[in-house]
T-cell receptor
Framework: QKEVEQDPGPLSVPEGAIVSLNCTYS??????FMWYRQYSRKGPELLMY????GNKEDGRFTAQVDKSSKYISLFIRDSQPSDSATYLC??????????FGRGTSLIVHP | NAGVTQTPKFQVLKTGQSMTLQCAQD?????MYWYRQDPGMGLRLIYY???????DKGEVPNGYNVSRLNKREFSLRLESAAPSQTSVYFC??????????????FGSGTQLSVL
């Protein structure tokens, strides 16, 4: 079992839908939780990050961490075709190297 | 703002050939990384360098070597390419964030095919 599990999708939704992307993990030492967005034929870019548990909101995006369940989520409200990309969760503990999930491919169709 | 620059963008090799992937960053970052990305496998760490003069193995180092030439440059070498090394390769550097986290900056990738 990988330390970080993420369903690769693809997830296809209509424009305007609320999208929920999720990852589970097994390492209790993870303290930092990140979401990277990767457009086709590009490198990933950091979208959001949170420290420990709780929620963080940035515009249409909300990152949520539930350490008791070892479960993190990224919600996208009012999804747009421009949100179509692969979303990778990443986690790290202390000074360790970030561990990435496999990425979920999201398609938002007009 | 160049950020992280990788060369070449595309490469086709025959089995057994060697090549070096080049990576340079202009953000004065200490840490640099090499990842490979395969369909359904996500990003897998090949090697990383926490600072100039140091390198360490990641999850999938077999068949690769690296050189941290200076603070800016971190190269990845395939000594004898194999079809299993067909992949997209990403170089990254990282910036320390508050609270002990870090932000990775990725290059645009090198698409490598080994025939």
């Amino acid at each position: 079992q990988k330390e970080v599990e993420q369903d690769p999708g693809p997830l296809s939704v209509p424009e305007g839908a609320i999208v929920s992307l999720n990852c589970t993990y097994s390492n209790s030492a993870f303290q930092y939780f990140m979401w990277y967005r990767q457009y086709s034929r590009k490198g990933p870019e950091l979208l959001m990050y949170t420290y420990s548990s709780g929620n963080k909101e940035d515009g249409r995006f909300t990152a949520q961490v539930d350490k008791s369940s070892k479960y993190i989520s990224l919600f996208i409200r009012d999804s747009q075709p421009s949100d179509s990309a692969t979303y990778l969760c990443a986690m790290k503990g202390g000074s360790y190297i970030p561990t990435f999930g496999r990425g979920t491919s999201l398609i938002v169709h007009p | 703002n160049a950020g992280v620059t990788q060369t070449p963008k595309f490469q086709v090799l025959k089995t057994g050939q060697s090549m070096t992937l080049q990576c340079a960053q202009d953000m004065n970052h200490n840490s640099m990384y090499w990842y490979r990305q395969d369909p359904g496998m996500g990003l897998r760490l090949i090697y990383y360098s926490a600072s100039e003069g140091t390198t360490d193995k990641g999850e999938v180092p077999n068949g690769y070597n690296v050189s941290r030439l200076n603070k800016r440059e971190f190269s990845l070498r395939l000594e004898s390419a194999a079809p299993s090394q067909t992949s997209v390769y990403f170089c990254a550097s990282s910036e320390a964030l508050r609270e002990g986290n870090e932000k990775l900056f990725f290059g645009s990738g090198t698409q490598l095919s080994v025939l």
